[in-house]
Antibody, heavy 122, light 107 residues
Framework: QVQLVESGGGVVQPGRSLRLSCAASGFNFRSYGMHWVRQAPGKGLEWVAFIWFDGSEKYYGDSVKGRITISRDNSKNTLDLQMNSLRAEDTAVYYC???????????????WGRGTQVIVSS | EVLMTQSPATLSVSPGERATLSCRASQSVSTNLAWYQQKPGQAPRLLIFGASTRATGIPARFSGSGSGTEFTLTISSLQSEDFAVYYCQQYNNWPRTFGQGTKVEIK
């Protein structure tokens, strides 16, 4: 079955960097677009970033553009999120998620990991 | 950015009753609209995609409708396990955007 397991979260000081990873299994990873979605404590869902199945296209949310980079390694079935210049408002649970269908540019998100907690605090 | 607005923020419903949730987009998103359910401490779960198609394993009491800018999620007869927060999301444009959520609580 589809499994997405995030790692790399933790407590980090404002202005520092953090790299999140997502290990994917149970499906043909190299065929699917992948997302990061976050949720601040007690708040709603916020879409963060997307990467096309082959890494050729990437899109970012307005609040993170310029500070965050999404990447993938299809040989290792991993998805990463490099976060720089972290702010208190980046504190959230970060979910790795997969598009519903492969090779589609307009798709809902069907599978989600359990998330990894990021806390930005001095 | 497409702004997604959900209403109401909170819906109080008795078990067995019907719940109607609304989602409005600031510009047309065609039928590229999804609904998700989220329970405390859990990841979201896809309920509806394409505005009206139920995802795999979703009970028939969940239905979606609408196109363009106005969308509705209806839960025909609320079960205890349906009390949760519901989010709409457009996937017509970048960046993808979610509504702020509707909490369905027990009346």
């Amino acid at each position: 079955q589809v499994q997405l397991v995030e790692s790399g979260g933790g407590v980090v000081q404002p202005g520092r960097s953090l790299r999140l990873s997502c290990a994917a299994s149970g499906f043909n990873f190299r065929s699917y677009g992948m997302h990061w979605v976050r949720q601040a404590p007690g708040k709603g869902l916020e879409w963060v970033a997307f990467i096309w199945f082959d890494g050729s296209e990437k899109y970012y949310g307005d609040s993170v553009k310029g500070r965050i980079t999404i990447s993938r390694d299809n040989s290792k079935n991993t998805l990463d999120l490099q976060m720089n210049s972290l702010r208190a408002e980046d504190t959230a649970v970060y979910y790795c998620a997969r598009d519903r269908r492969y090779f589609e540019s307009q798709e809902a998100i069907e599978y989600w990991g359990r998330g990894t907690q990021v806390i930005v605090s001095s | 950015e497409v702004l997604m607005t959900q209403s109401p923020a909170t819906l109080s419903v008795s078990p067995g009753e019907r719940a109607t949730l609304s989602c409005r987009a600031s510009q047309s998103v065609s039928t590229n609209l999804a609904w998700y359910q989220q329970k405390p401490g859990q990841a979201p779960r896809l309920l509806i995609f394409g505005a009206s198609t139920r995802a795999t394993g979703i009970p028939a009491r969940f239905s979606g409708s609408g196109s363009g800018t106005e969308f509705t999620l209806t839960i025909s007869s609320l079960q205890s396990e349906d009390f949760a927060v519901y989010y709409c999301q457009q996937y017509n444009n970048w960046p993808r955007t979610f509504g702020q959520g509707t909490k369905v609580e027990i009346k």
